[in-house]
């Protein structure tokens, strides 16, 4: 299986900074690499998709780059409403697998 | 606009089947274009991906669970299901259905999930 690996796993900032999570893959996963945030007792939302395409609906401050192995997700001014848990995941190879979670906490 | 919604006993006692239905609506699952799969996330943990099925019943499994786990499709009722016999308290889970863009594997409708508990 491939492994993913998120940094930080936890994360505190305040609204309106810039923030950064890094998805690391354990061999290339050239760009099939997705990006979801999920809030408390509510399902996982897609935001990116293919390593850098924004998700129908999301607002542009969130942005993905990367491919083979290192991924990045950067939310450009954070809102109160983006204080959740990101993960990533990748679709290249079954099985697909998420990486641990990174925690964007309020400071 | 899509909807899934997941349904199932929310308390499955150790060693037994687990049944999940995943009812879809505002859409049909005879798609060329996407799967259909079940995610699940023990409390307080990470996702994990169980499995996918295609409308025409191809079908997808984590090796992890693949002894396991069978997934199908019934495309007259655009339900598909979950079954995972043999049950432990590892596999007690918030269970989600969603479904899978063919092309990029992303997850781009979920339902809201269903809790399930294994206990005696």
């Known amino acids: 299986d491939i492994q993913m690996t998120q940094s930080p796993s936890s994360l505190s900032a305040s609204v309106g900074d810039r923030v950064t999570i890094t998805c690391r893959a354990s061999q290339s996963i050239s760009t099939f690499l997705n990006w979801y945030h999920q809030k408390p007792g509510k399902a996982p939302k897609l935001l990116i998709y293919?390593?850098?395409t924004l998700q129908s609906g999301v607002p542009s401050r969130f942005s993905g780059s990367g491919s083979g192995t290192d991924f990045t997700l950067t939310i450009s001014s954070l809102q109160p409403e983006d204080f959740a848990t990101y993960y990533c995941?990748?679709?290249?190879?079954?099985?697909?697998?998420f990486g641990q979670g990174t925690r964007l906490e309020i400071k | 606009q899509l909807q899934l919604q997941e349904s199932g006993p929310g308390l499955v006692k150790p060693s037994e089947t687990l049944s999940l239905i995943c009812t879809v609506s505002?859409?049909?699952?005879?798609?060329?274009?996407?799967?259909w799969g079940w995610v699940r996330q023990p409390p307080g943990k990470g996702l994990e991906w169980i499995g996918s099925?295609?409308?025409?019943?191809?079908?997808y499994y984590n090796p992890s669970l693949k002894s396991r786990v069978t997934i199908s499709v019934d495309t007259s009722k655009n339900q598909f299901s979950l079954k995972l016999n043999s049950m432990t308290a590892a596999d007690t889970a918030v269970y989600y259905c969603a479904r899978r863009n063919k092309r990029y594997g992303s997850g781009d409708y979920w339902g809201p999930g269903t809790l399930v508990t294994v206990s005696s």
């Open positions: 995941q990748q679709s290249y190879s079954t099985p697909s697998t």
């Open positions: 505002g859409g049909s699952i005879s798609s060329n274009d996407y799967y």
């Open positions: 293919a390593a850098s």
């Open positions: 099925i295609y409308y025409s019943g191809s079908t």
